[in-house]
């Protein structure tokens, strides 16, 4: 089991990374002017996307998913923390797939929102990492 949970530990770090970098590549996107710079924000935002989020959130899902059943639910399945982690983790799943629609959406270069409004988004996975994290090590409830 701790060779599944230091291959999710690492499979979180890239995603995450991932789902840092990618809104942040919206903000300058969103405010490009010249055609050189949209065009190679689309290629950029396109392999990060597909190329390391999703390869390594499918990765974080399925080996999460191997150590939840394999040891988590049993040992925890009564404590509020895993269900509330276990939600922000949901949460967090819906933010990578809406960041998919936005990479669609600047491919298609249907983008109506401001810098910064990709400024504000950029924080959630920042403040859903604080949460599951702590949850995780501390399970306070």
């Known amino acids: 089991m701790l ?6 530990i690492i499979s979180v770090i890239t995603w995450f990374a ?3 970098y990618l809104p942040r590549l919206f903000v300058y996107h969103s405010m ?3 055609e050189v710079s949209i065009e190679r924000f689309k ?5 990060l996307y597909k190329g390391i989020m999703m390869p390594s959130f499918v990765t974080t899902t399925l080996l999460g998913s191997w150590m939840l059943y394999d040891y988590a ?11 509330i982690k276990l939600v922000l983790v949901l949460i967090l799943v819906a933010y ?3 960041c998919g629609h936005l990479v669609h959406v600047f491919a298609e270069d249907k983008n109506t ?4 409004f990709y400024r504000w988004i950029n924080e959630l996975p920042t403040v859903l990492l604080l949460g599951i994290i702590i949850l995780v090590v501390v399970k306070p409830l």
């Open 3 to 8: 060779w599944v949970k230091a291959f999710h």
């Open 18 to 20: 991932a789902l840092f």
């Open 32 to 34: 490009a002017e010249d």
């Open 43 to 47: 290629l950029m935002e396109r392999r």
């Open 73 to 83: 639910w049993q040992s925890y399945s009564a404590d509020l923390w895993l269900h």
């Open 96 to 98: 990578h797939f809406y």
């Open 113 to 116: 929102r401001s810098d910064r």
